[in-house]
């Protein structure tokens, strides 16, 4: 069964940074786009940051300037650097790997993200 878990959320306080990680197993992790999502409360669902099998990266307006999406491909696991947190950012944030090929969408369970000022 295809897993990916996530890692490294938690409590910051407000101009601190954080680093998610997740790790991905039992896909064929090159070919998928690698994606972080985020759920703030009252709001739905919202992609954060992409970044494609060659590395091409983007990221939502809301993060240009303090995130870096990166991944791992000899360890399976895609990265979201965060810096310069906002309370805003607090949610639950979510990995998500697209497979491209056969249009499929395989997500995490999340990890709570809390941003205190």
């Known amino acids: 069964q295809v897993q990916l878990v996530e890692s490294g959320g938690g409590l910051v306080q407000a101009g601190g940074s954080l680093r998610l990680s997740c790790a991905v197993a039992?896909?064929?992790?090159?070919?998928?786009?690698m994606n972080w999502y985020r759920q703030v409360p009252g709001k739905e669902r919202e992609l954060v940051a992409s970044?494609?099998?060659?590395?091409?990266?983007s990221y939502a307006d809301f993060m240009k300037g303090r995130a870096t999406i990166s991944r791992d491909n000899a360890k399976n696991t895609v990265y979201l650097q965060m810096n310069s947190m906002r309370p805003e950012d607090t949610g639950v944030y979510y990995c998500?790997?697209?497979?491209?090929?056969?249009?499929?969408?395989?997500w995490g369970r999340g990890t709570q993200v809390t941003v205190s000022s």
């Open positions: 039992r896909i064929i992790f090159r070919e998928n786009t």
């Open positions: 970044t494609t099998s060659d590395d091409k990266t």
């Open positions: 998500n790997a697209h497979n491209p090929i056969w249009n499929r969408d395989y």
